[in-house]
């Protein structure tokens, strides 16, 4: 009797687990956060970096609990042995590093990104596409961002009303192991056969760099993939800042820019940053989960002379 007891209440929690792992929103307010500040097993994991602040200024003051990660040197992204820069690194190498910040696989990451722009909101939905990748679902971003955090002041203080606090943020290591999901990353070859089956590639840059009067520098040449249809990244926030748009205004925003809200989709940007937030808008909010994302982007993309390039603005 007493096996007969123990392995059904094992199997109900690996279920209840199971479940609590696909159950996490891909936002959350700032309401959330603070009703769950300290609780175990959430992770707070702090990409402000992303907008340009550094560690001493975490250091000076962060949501209470919160975990610094430096985007850019980390190793989140790395150059491949192709030479292209910014691509997701091996599997090994992200395990490492998750676990080093005190996650494992059955964390709540929270994702804070610096929320003054789209653009640094990008290492969010970057790092959420990477956790998506290695088959951790049970992540979420902060919706706002750190400045919505700190944006309402008490009026005589002028202090945030929200909690912070300060020092480093030395987590204790934890074992990540990763479910790698290929479907997820969209390569060369597949953006290859998305144009010759017409299937629509989402270019998620500015305006300017789709049009080819702008170029970055990751890219060889100026100008977008053949067929490809603009939804520039600074239109999926409001004012370009750090809170998501609505579904319902996303939706009028896909219908004017010619972008289905279904079926097959490769967002694509310079580096696969700016893409990540098209991506995160496709699938996680607008619930379009047959949409990809090409790491690679136009900085690998353009490193063939032969990979075809629409440029619609010749001012060279």
Known sequence: MQRFMVYPLALLSLVFMAFSALAADPLVTIDWVKANLGKPGIV????????????????KAHIPGSIFTNYGKD?????????VKGMLPSVEKLEKLIG??????????????????AQDTGAATRIYWTFKVLGHDN????????????AEVDKASKKPINP????????AAKVFKANLRK?????????????????????????????????SGAAKVAGTIPGATNLPESWLTVNNGGKFRSK???????????????????N?????????????????????????????????????????????????
């Open 100 to 117: 080093a910040k005190g996650i494992d696989n059955a964390t709540h990451v929270v994702l804070i990104p610096m929320g003054k722009r």
């Open 44 to 59: 707070l994991l702090d990409v402000t970096s992303g907008g340009g602040r550094t560690e001493d200024e975490f250091a």
């Open 139 to 150: 992540v979420s971003i902060l919706d706002g961002g750190y400045i919505g955090w700190t």
């Open 183 to 215: 479907d997820m990353i969209a390569t060369k070859e597949d953006v290859n056969a998305a144009m010759a089956d017409k299937e629509p590639l989402i270019d998620n840059r500015p305006n300017d760099f789709f049009l080819g009067i702008s170029k």
């Open 248 to 266: 319902k205004q996303l939706e009028k925003l896909y219908k004017t820019a010619g972008v289905a809200t279904s079926g097959k989709q490769i």
């Open 268 to 316: 694509f940007c310079n580096t696969g940053h700016w893409a990540s937030l098209g991506w995160f808008v496709s699938s996680e909010i607008m619930g379009n989960k047959q949409a990809t994302m090409y790491d690679g982007s136009m900085a690998e993309w353009t490193r063939d002379d032969k990979a075809p390039v629409q440029r619609t603005v010749e001012i060279d």
């Open 164 to 171: 912070l606090e300060t020092g480093e943020s030395k987590p």
């Open 75 to 83: 190793g989140w992204r790395e150059e491949n042995s192709a030479g």
